[in-house]
């Protein structure tokens, strides 16, 4: 008998993929430290408290285009009225006072609006000369102005703790008049790789080497301003410099990444390693396909994951376990899950196991959006990767795909498709 987070799914004792990133997303504890982000930096960092608007926004009632400034009072009949000009109001500029006696005022966008006008007439709906304008149009109470506080009031909150700062963001922070924002200070994340036959790119591999390309590949994926990743090296497959290494790695990070060795060969020693560096493994084996044999636990303060060593399996591993562990730790919100589409693909397969294939949206007129495979499942190929986007998500259960049944779809990128800001 299984556990409720395990099935006996294309081999026994698997874990639910949905059982086991919640159950890794719960070893991370939030971080609390916070930095001040210059608005020029903070730009995909992750807000550390609200944005509470600290006056109305706008400050002051302002013209919302170019015109002339009027009095309800002053247009009686139905026109067209004449009236005299008696001043000029501009964007950053004192109001001029209103005169007794019908008037109208030239007002420019962005200037304020002098109290008693309770009007702009457009200047194209106005014929002005000699100090007069003619106005053509009554443009109603209100009329294009923009009123104090009608985008935001004063304590209103512009937006939450937790989410990533974009370009609105900023804007919201330097019309607020903040020069800098709190954040949530970079997660920090070291990054290893396992094996024997690994060799840096440039150098020149042996008869059985291959040159490392996932260390290069996580941590081009985890280059963003709200992470710090390290490059922790590739190491051998020898358990006492593995468990060295991640005995180190657990005092300086929040989360430690690693590639290789958390399968069941005789030479995977990832999980013996770990655990004798005082590890406690919360997870291990996970009914997906690519990716069967990731581990997770926590060493310390650090959490840790263990993707497989095929590139694709490590790529989605870092998609599907180290976002959703980043999130946690940074105090965002769940990454929502995948959307549905229809396949634009045929594919067969034995049930089981959550699936993943390398894919894109194909997005033609007069039809809706499908999901195109390119090239193929394996998790040892990377170039189906270079023309994909993202992965189309085959639910355990199903065991074929035919065009236009619904399968899941995952970008690559951490995005909020559920239209949260964070």
Not at 179 to 201: K, N, W, Y
Not at 236 to 258: E, H, K, M, N
Not at 326 to 349: S, W
Request: glycine share 14%; proline share 10%; aromatic share 4%.
């Amino acid at each position: 008998m299984t556990s409720p987070g395990e099935c006996n799914c294309d081999g026994p004792g698997l874990l639910a993929l949905d059982q086991a990133v919640a159950r890794a997303v719960a070893l991370c504890r939030p971080v609390t430290d916070t930095d001040d982000a210059p608005l020029a930096t903070a730009a995909d960092r992750i807000s550390a408290a609200p944005l509470v608007a600290p006056e109305p926004m706008p400050r002051f009632d302002h013209a919302a285009m170019d015109g002339y400034a009027l009095r309800g009072e002053d247009l009686g009949g139905s026109g067209p009225w004449q009236l005299p000009v008696t001043g000029l109001a501009a964007a950053g500029g004192a109001a001029p006072a209103a005169n007794s006696g019908p008037h109208a005022l030239r007002i420019l966008t962005g200037a304020p609006v002098p109290g008693g006008f309770d009007r702009v007439v457009m200047q194209e709906d106005c014929t002005a000369g000699d100090g007069m304008v003619t106005i053509r149009r009554n443009p109603g109470p209100g009329a294009n102005i923009r009123r104090a506080g009608e985008d935001a009031r004063a304590g209103q909150i512009l937006f939450p703790s937790g989410r990533r700062i974009d370009a609105v963001a900023v804007a919201l922070a330097a019309i607020a008049g903040l020069p800098v924002l709190p954040v949530v200070r970079q997660i920090r994340v070291g990054v290893m790789t396992f094996g024997d036959e690994l060799v840096a790119p440039g150098a020149t591999p042996g008869p059985a080497a291959i040159h490392d390309s996932n260390r290069p590949m996580l941590l081009a994926a985890l280059a963003r301003p709200d992470i710090a990743a390290a490059d922790l090296g590739a190491l051998p497959d020898d358990q006492a410099i593995i468990t060295a290494a991640i005995t180190d790695a657990a005092g300086r990070f929040d989360l430690i990444v690693s590639t290789g060795g958390a399968s069941v060969g005789d030479r995977d020693h990832l999980k013996p390693a770990f655990l004798a560096a005082g590890g406690r493994i919360e997870g291990w084996r996970v009914a997906m396909k690519p990716g069967k044999p990731v581990m997770f636990g926590r060493i310390g303060g650090a959490v840790f994951l263990g993707l497989p060593g095929n590139p694709v399996a490590a790529l989605l591993g870092l998609r599907l376990f180290g976002t959703a562990m980043i999130r946690r730790l940074q105090g965002r919100p769940a990454d929502p899950p995948p959307v549905m589409a229809a396949a634009g693909f045929t594919h067969g397969r034995r049930a089981g196991r959550t699936e993943f294939l390398p894919a894109r949206l194909s997005c033609q007129p007069g039809r809706q959006p499908a999901v195109v495979t390119t090239g193929g499942s394996g998790a040892a190929r990377l170039v189906p990767l270079v023309t994909a986007t993202g992965f189309a998500v085959i639910p355990a259960a199903q065991d074929t795909v035919a065009p236009g049944d619904p399968v899941g779809w995952l970008p690559f990128a951490d995005t909020d498709l559920s239209g949260d800001p964070s």
